[in-house]
């Protein structure tokens, strides 16, 4: 698949809406993450991720009538069960995470997401591996390691917890691309809010605080910045080839450090923009490389957040 399929050449021709569109997502998926922080660890991090998305399902409204006609196949319906566990488990440990490390840490070690669909396109798609895409991908492992730097300073469960974050997100965007050919983008969006807010309900009961409506007008402000992002980051797509606004995706970083320092007082960790840089850096060639080669396989960056 062309990294461009889906654009118009009109659209194509306007790569500067495209780029304001990707500027816009960055803004509000880093207001998703400094909300979450703002939040804190009073709501359990499962609880949390439950309320953020059973919340958003009033936005699956418009979509009632077609999720209450969808007749599916048994494999289908397994390719959602599957990509909704790996989502919630995702969520549950971004969460978890996101209340307990930096948000440049966060926002940087997100970036991984794409290198391990890369890698598991190969594994489980058959997708092949060239050199250049190998060397990308071992640059960005090296990457996760500047940002770590484990032996020199001490990785917490929470960074631990944003490595897997990033797998389990890269496999919910492998299995999302299987089941995208079988029923519409809307269903499979709307398929991934219902079984996640399912899989997250039985955590959310055995950790279960009475939130109060401060904190639950925090999460629904999520809910919503998020949707928004998704949304703006549909646009963006629509406006310009990702090869365009895949670099974009860096001053999400830019804004997390400076929304760390200058309201969190989290400081600035030259490293940890150091390792976001070369991992950024890492999946923007990746994604040239694929539309170079007429072929899309690397997701943005931001199609694998919450």
Wanted: proline residues 4%.
């Amino acid at each position: 698949m062309s990294a461009n399929e889906g654009i118009s050449a009109e659209a194509a021709a306007r790569p500067g809406w495209g780029v304001f569109w990707m500027v816009v997502t960055g803004l509000l998926f880093v207001g998703v993450t400094a909300l979450v922080k703002v939040l804190g660890t009073r709501v359990p991090a499962p609880q949390a991720a439950f309320l953020r998305y059973a919340m958003g399902l009033i936005f699956l409204l418009p979509l009632l009538t077609t999720l209450r006609d969808l007749r599916l196949d048994r494999g289908t319906w397994g390719l959602i069960g599957a990509r909704g566990a790996f989502h919630t488990l995702g969520v549950g440990l971004w969460f978890y995470a996101m209340a307990r490390i930096p948000i440049a840490d966060v926002t940087a070690m997100n970036y991984l997401s794409p290198i391990y669909v890369t890698l598991g396109a190969a594994l489980f798609l058959g997708e092949t591996l060239a050199a250049r895409r190998v060397m990308a991908v071992v640059v960005a492992l090296c990457g996760a390691l500047i940002i770590l730097r484990p032996g020199f300073r001490e990785v917490g469960t929470g960074h631990l917890a944003m490595l897997f974050t990033a797998i389990f997100f890269g496999g919910s965007y492998l299995l999302a691309k299987m089941i995208s050919g079988r029923i519409s983008a809307g269903v499979v969006v709307a398929m991934l809010s219902i079984t996640v807010t399912v899989g997250l309900a039985p955590m959310a009961w055995a950790v279960w605080v009475t939130p109060t409506w401060w904190e639950l007008g925090v999460l629904f402000c999520v809910a919503c910045l998020a949707t928004g992002g998704h949304y703006t980051m549909t646009l963006a797509f629509r406006s310009a080839p990702l090869t365009v606004t895949q670099p974009v995706t860096f001053l999400q970083l830019v804004w997390a450090v400076l929304l760390g320092a200058l309201v969190f007082g989290e400081g600035v960790d030259i490293f940890v923009v150091l390792g976001g840089t070369v991992i950024v850096g890492s999946v923007s060639f990746i994604s040239w490389r694929e539309a170079v080669l007429k072929r899309r396989v690397t997701p943005p960056v931001s199609a694998t957040k919450v």
